[in-house]
């Protein structure tokens, strides 16, 4: 989906839904893109502004990019304290969200964002990583306590 369409979508959803995005009008809400490759949208009730990851927007079509507007406007109508309890549950699912928590990427077919950095240990485990690891790392899944023999080996995706 281009960009355009998705804050399009967005903001007729958010007005749909009586929350207001006139910069001008009281408690008004903004809508905008973030650069997250690991979250598909985001609600902050500090900023007072429902996010979107550019990154899955560009990758994905226009019913996941709904799905996920629908879930950060039920955050936005549930409050600050609601989380993903009962109320934000009841009021996902009345707007026609399934009410879970995070998208079952894979069950979904959701395309995320590739890897900036892809590792591997020396037992052949794949790793991944979105930023550049500043610290050595060992493989949890050769030994769960950090070892130098099997220290994963990095390199730029």
């Not at 973030?34 to 429902?50: D, E, P």
Request: proline fraction near 7%; include cysteine; charged fraction near 20%.
């Amino acid at each position: 989906m281009n960009l355009e369409d998705a804050r399009t979508l967005t903001l007729d959803l958010m007005r749909e839904n009586r929350i207001p995005t006139d910069p001008q009008a009281p408690g008004a809400w903004r809508f905008a893109f973030n650069g997250r490759k690991r979250a598909l949208g985001l609600c902050s009730y500090r900023m007072r502004t429902v996010f979107l990851s550019r990154h899955f927007v560009a990758l994905n079509d226009w019913s996941k990019v709904r799905s996920t507007v629908v879930h950060e406007i039920a955050h936005v109508l549930a409050g600050p304290n609601a989380g993903h309890g009962p109320q934000w549950k009841a009021i996902a699912r009345s707007l026609g969200d399934s009410g879970e928590r995070c998208a079952n990427v894979a069950a979904e077919g959701i395309t995320m964002a590739p890897p900036t950095w892809v590792g591997r240990c020396p037992g052949g485990h794949p790793h991944k990583a979105y930023r550049r690891p500043k610290s050595v790392r060992s493989c949890a899944a050769c030994c769960p306590r950090f070892s130098v023999e099997y220290v994963i080996q990095w390199e730029r995706a």
